[in-house]
């Protein structure tokens, strides 16, 4: 079966730098997916990634290995509005999204 | 940027009526439309994909007669929830592309529609 996996929650300070895993197991690789979803709210794309290495944009950057079926999101000079949960969506062989059950990062002053 | 427009953004029913949510694209055509369902702290779970003049395509365990979607334009979906239950409240969020297959297409969400049954 097709699988995504990521922490339930994760706690960082403000300021600070965190990392969000993912890793995936699917059928076939057409890209790989973040998004920001704020309580209550729909979910806003962050980051794509379809080769393997990293992509920066501003505070946050995705890494993807294809090879270890593994990315993961940096956010760097943690926020406030930072908290929120954090989506992580594998396109696969048949172009269809499979979606994990998301992050929910807690920022603490 | 694409801007996908939901409407209503919540709704209060009576158990057994029905709810019509109504998804458009704004500024670019939507040949694909997709919809999902996202129970509390849960991710998201597609219900269904929608395709401009043809008949969406229903996720294993989603009712097609219970959710009935109409994707008639190719700027317009919609969602509606047949003889509503409790159970089926929940936050309704569809989904736009611009074309189907691509993998670098990203899709853009509505703002989501929250449903209370009653």
């Known amino acids: 079966g097709q699988n995504i996996d990521q922490p339930t929650e994760m706690t960082a300070t403000e300021g600070a730098i965190v990392q969000i895993n993912c890793t995936y197991q699917?059928?076939?690789?057409?890209?790989l997916f973040w998004y920001q979803q704020h309580a209550g709210e729909a979910p806003t794309f962050l980051s794509y990634?379809?080769l393997d290495g990293l992509e920066e944009k501003g505070r946050f950057s995705s890494f993807l290995s294809r090879s270890k079926g593994y990315s993961y999101l940096l956010l760097k000079e943690l926020q406030m509005k930072d908290s929120a949960s954090y989506l992580c969506?594998?396109?696969?062989?048949?172009?269809?999204?499979?979606w994990g059950a998301g992050t929910k990062l807690i920022i603490k002053p | 940027g694409a801007v996908v427009s939901q409407h209503p953004s919540w709704v209060i029913c009576k158990s057994g009526t029905s709810v019509k949510i109504e998804c458009r694209s704004l500024?670019?055509?939507?040949?694909?439309m997709f919809w999902y369902r996202q129970f509390p702290k849960q991710s998201l779970m597609l219900m269904a994909t929608?395709?401009?003049?043809?008949?969406?395509?229903?996720e294993q365990g989603v009712e097609k007669d219970k959710f009935l979607i109409n994707h008639a334009s190719l700027t317009l979906s919609t969602l509606t929830v047949t003889s509503a239950h409790p159970e089926d409240s929940s936050f309704y969020i569809c989904?736009?592309?611009?074309?189907?297959?691509?993998?670098?297409?990203?899709?853009?969400f509505g703002a989501g529609s929250r449903l209370t049954v009653l």
């Open positions: 969506a594998v396109k696969d062989s048949n172009y269809q999204l499979i």
């Open positions: 990634n379809v």
């Open positions: 699917t059928s076939g690789f057409n890209g």
């Open positions: 989904s736009a592309s611009s074309s189907a297959g691509s993998g670098a297409n990203v899709l853009t």
């Open positions: 500024d670019f055509q939507a040949t694909t």
């Open positions: 929608s395709n401009e003049g043809s008949k969406a395509t229903y």
